[in-house]
């Protein structure tokens, strides 16, 4: 059984039942089984090989939810292009995946250069140049795609870590990676033909592993339009949402918004939050406004989303605030010291992952591979321990990665370009904790002799280059950068510099 079996069969099993609400449109089970197989039948006669790769540029429209199940139906595997990155990352990650066909919605067309793939746009626009997906499901309306003898080794996904400087990573995401993402998350969250999944973070990221779980028990996709704390307050309430993923950033923001504890969630039962550790200290205002919902779970690109899951029940209990979870039903999680031995309950570690999660490895790149994957253990790169009830707990990180808003930022990306600014020297780039971000990108950077220039300028010439999500929150022009005795710049200390006191946030 593939991943999208659990769709088909849904299919077949609720046809009349509402699979997409996007505004006031809704299409039936049937109606979307229809359109993506007639979809996935044209995919392969533009391009008939199995396992060939299809790049999706879009943002969460129906277009591109469409064109992700005709992808998987066609037997193809699927390249992830966030538009909100920048241009120069998504055209590597197309060098170096050579997917045959893109699909672009209108408003994202100059945000990848398609080089020889064909090109199909998603949701049409002005200035557009392409065959549509609407015109390729009417033109093969009623034919079925073929089914292709694949192995669950065989890859659904290449899915990226890296940025736009150096080699980006390809995380190989097989079926049997994605059958277990799936199982894993319908035994945890206990989803049902009632729930309605809103589809707030990009589907890109996070939000896309929720969508076949719910397709597979008969729920409903709900699109919202452009995705703020305010809209999204709107929608759970409006809609009778029972689920949805998104940031902390967001979470935090939302309840922010004026009159939140007043408005009405009494449908939500999943507020699940991923991408980054919510703060200990929001957890229980958050259950307070959001109807006792707030549930987390944690992954990487490497094991995708639910290695580690925690309940909304277990959340309830303050000596949990603090905690991630438990593992989940099909992953296997250990505190492994630095000799590669299990470490018993309560002692400190490196978090070790194994079991079907894990990904295959990634692409092209054996060397990053056998780093990372180790007689199975997969190493996180996170710092932890494990209570004696089973209950993960983040301390740190061994990896510089810093994670913003939910999003996994390079620190080497960043200093890449900063570096190619004329009057900067020497930078360094690291998070420090912040309440609305999680952590918030920080540089610290010397200048040229005579240099007369602010910090606001450098992060300009960032976010020229990069998008908003890379570009430094705040830059510090610092006289001398701490160095170790042979000139190397110490990010720990320059971190320990500029992190703020307890109580603050990043200036």
Known sequence: MLPIDHFLRAAQRFPDRIAVKDGDTKITYAELARQT??????????????????????????????????????????IPLNPRNGKAELDRICEVTHPGIVVVDANCRDKVDTGGATCLIGQPGDGADGMSIASLVEKFDGQLPKRHD????????IKFTGGSSGQPKGCMQTYRVWNTCITSM?????FDGDDRHLLAAPMTHGTNTLIMPTFAIGGMQVFMGPAKP???????????????????TVIYMMMDEPGVEDRDFSALKHLIVGGAAIRKDEVPRAMKVFNNALETCFGQTEA??????????????PENWASTGRATLLTRVEIMDTNGNILP??????????GDLVMKGYLDMPDKTAETIIDGWLHTGDVGIIDERGFVYIKDRIRDVVITGGFNVYPSDVEAVLG????????????????????ALTAAVEVRAGADITGEDIAAFVKERLDS???????????????????KVLRREAKVMFTPKDGEDAA
Request: aromatic share 8%; charged share 25%.
């Open 37 to 78: 197989n007639a979809l996935a039948a044209a995919l392969q006669d533009i391009d008939p090989a199995p396992q060939t790769r299809v790049g999706i540029c879009g943002y969460n429209t129906f277009e591109h939810l469409l064109t992700w199940l005709a992808t998987f139906a066609a037997g193809k595997t699927w």
């Open 150 to 157: 694949l192995s669950l080794d065989d890859l659904q996904a």
């Open 186 to 190: 319908l035994h945890e969250f206990e």
């Open 230 to 248: 305010d809209t999204i307050i709107e929608a759970l309430e409006r809609e009778c949402i029972t689920s949805v993923f998104v940031p902390p």
């Open 304 to 317: 995708p989303q639910i290695a580690i899951c925690m309940r909304a029940k277990d959340w309830a209990e």
């Open 345 to 354: 309950t309560g002692e400190t570690g490196e978090i070790v992952l194994k």
């Open 420 to 439: 190619q600014h004329p009057q900067v020297s020497e930078c360094v780039v690291f998070g420090v904790p912040d309440r609305k971000w999680g952590e």
């Open 469 to 487: 999500v890379k570009t430094p929150k705040t830059v510090h022009i610092v006289k001398e950068l701490p160095r170790s005795p042979v000139g």
